[in-house]
């Protein structure tokens, strides 16, 4: 289906409760709440981590990631 996880956004004292957000599901997949399910998913795994702030990168032309 394709793969999420959670990197570290930057190493920097400030930033250590922050995290880059990634979820990559092929073309077949999307549509279905799969996304949705990953994301839910990835935001419990940061609270128990201690992770506070989630980024996603999302290029504008990425219409499908964005809804």
């Known amino acids: 289906m394709g793969y999420?996880?959670?990197n570290r956004y930057h190493y920097r004292n400030a930033c250590d409760r922050s995290a880059k957000?990634?979820?990559y599901l092929k073309p077949e997949?999307?549509?279905k709440a799969i996304g949705k399910?990953?994301?839910g998913y990835l935001?419990?795994?940061a609270r128990q981590s201690g992770i506070r702030v989630?980024?996603?990168i999302i290029?504008?032309?990425n219409v499908?990631?964005?809804k």
Do not use: F, P
């Open 64 to 66: 499908v990631s964005r």
């Open 43 to 45: 935001e419990a795994q």
């Open 54 to 56: 989630l980024i996603a």
């Open 37 to 39: 399910i990953a994301l």
């Open 59 to 61: 290029t504008g032309e």
């Open 4 to 6: 999420c996880g959670l």
């Open 21 to 23: 957000v990634t979820v």
């Open 29 to 31: 997949y999307t549509g």
